[in-house]
């Protein structure tokens, strides 16, 4: 059947549906059951949920889970975490449990400003649009009260205004940087629409100025910066050297500085960072897709800051100094607990209600003591016994799903491999050797 089509997004959602099975499925019947029979079982809910996006045909699930015991400046809570990978929530719980015991984590907000830019172009000399810029920011700001009253109201609002000349980098651009508080919300509309109102009087004030108006100016677009290193937060645990113990035959010093080493070798080396932070944003995009935030948006500003001086380094530090042992991260995370999907995703709400309904100071807390401790589980599992341990436990459960394997059969394989890593193969093995039936995908 023909996989081009017209006029895909005016058809009604079945016919959506079925066109996809027929074009592009070797069995359609199966194929459009099985996406019915992923449809939410309320109506009212499935439409809410198509209407997160455009082109909606199913839902797709994710396993939502959760890590207890968190002690986050002395408050108890329950991270939920949205994701597939196995062994990451029980990593995290696995962490939260082992630092509630020396005092839990310690997280401060440095900073919540977020940055929103006018990128333009102008022909002109550069003294010119200066002291345009100065005559009009009043003006700039008064175009953008309409939006800004309500956000005042909440404490926040348009911090700063200011040119930036960067025709060094690209001949004839400049910016209008401008620099917003959004409170509980991540600001993106907020941000986005006060730019666009500022563009308009940037324009008109522009072809009106008798200096200004001889040469182009071209607003290219309106857009706030993902990259958010204004908008920080810390987290940190610590504990005396000798309470690192470890159930391995390494004393608690020696992990300590094995582990410490881990981290500088991620400070350093490009290719362990990037596998480092990967670990870490295990734990932070779960909880951000737990609770209804933007994880591109995070990947990208974290990434972003771990390059920061120009070489990609680990987001996490450690330091064993004065017999202590400290272990701390520091990111940019722009999130919200108001607007967005937060208050239209059932999943989300429960979410942020387990979460004690946080404002967004105490979700960036939470999130980044997420992601250390996340960070926390792969370093001590990496630098004791292995990953392949933890991992392949759960990796065996999966292969045993992939087989169709009963709850009978998992118990007994899983006990074959209580003591020894589950290869692929050696678990298919074992699988078919129990049905007493040959593996159809061994070689002969
Ligand atoms: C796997 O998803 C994450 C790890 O590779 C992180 C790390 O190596 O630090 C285990």
């Known amino acids: 059947m023909e996989k081009r089509i017209k006029g895909f997004s005016k058809l009604s959602k079945q016919a959506k549906m079925e066109w996809l099975a027929k074009a592009h499925l070797a069995s359609p019947e199966s194929g459009l059951a099985l996406l019915e029979s992923y449809m939410h079982q309320d109506p009212k809910v499935q439409k809410r949920h198509d209407e997160f996006i455009e082109n909606t045909v199913g839902n797709y699930y994710l396993p939502f889970g959760v890590a207890p015991n968190f002690l986050i400046n002395d408050k108890v809570y329950t991270v939920p975490m949205a994701i597939e990978e196995s062994s ?76 930036k000349d960067k025709t060094e980098a690209l001949k004839e651009y400049y910016q209008i940087e401008v620099r917003f508080e959004t409170r509980d919300s991540m600001g993106a509309n907020f941000i986005n629409s006060c730019l666009e109102e500022m563009a308009h009087v940037l324009r008109s004030e522009a072809a009106s100025d008798a200096a200004t108006a001889q040469s182009t100016l071209e607003i290219v677009m309106c857009i706030l910066s993902n990259y958010t290193p204004e908008c920080l937060v810390c987290c940190e645990v610590s504990c005396p050297l000798e309470d690192m113990v470890e159930g391995t035959d390494m004393s608690a010093t020696e992990f300590a500085q094995k582990f410490k080493r881990a981290v500088n070798i991620a400070e350093v080396e490009p290719y362990r960072a990037v596998t480092h932070n990967k670990g870490i944003m295990n734990g932070i995009d779960a909880v951000i897709l737990a609770t209804g935030n933007d994880f591109r948006a995070v990947e990208a500003a974290c990434h972003a800051y771990a390059a920061r001086d120009g070489q990609y380094r680990s987001l996490t530090h ?18 919200g607990t108001v607007g967005g999907l937060t208050q239209l995703h059932p999943m989300v709400k429960l979410a942020l209600e387990v979460l004690g309904k946080p404002n967004a ?48 059969e998992k118990e007994i394989i899983t006990a074959q491999f209580a003591k020894k890593v589950p290869h692929h193969a050696e678990v298919v093995n074992a699988f078919y050797d129990l049905r007493g039936i040959p593996n159809p995908s061994a070689t002969h």
């Open 318 to 335: 450690c330091s064993t100094e004065n017999g202590t042992f400290r272990f701390w991260i520091e990111i940019p995370l722009s999130l």
């Open 88 to 163: 990451v929530v029980a990593a995290a719980a696995k962490s939260a449990q082992f630092w509630m015991a020396r005092g839990g984590f310690k997280s401060t907000i440095v900073s919540t400003t977020k940055i929103g830019h006018i990128h333009f172009m102008y022909a002109g000399d550069s003294a010119q649009i200066a002291s345009l810029f100065a005559k009009i920011v009043p003006k700039l700001k008064e175009a953008t009260a309409p939006i800004t009253a309500n956000m005042e109201k909440r404490g926040g609002g348009i911090l700063d205004i200011q040119l």
């Open 361 to 408: 100071h105490a979700l960036m807390m939470i999130v980044a003591a997420s992601g250390l401790a996340q960070n926390f589980a792969a370093l001590r599992a990496l630098t004791t016994t292995g990953i392949q341990k933890g991992h392949m436990k759960m990796h065996l459960l999966n292969i045993l799903n992939q087989l169709e394997a009963t709850e009978t």
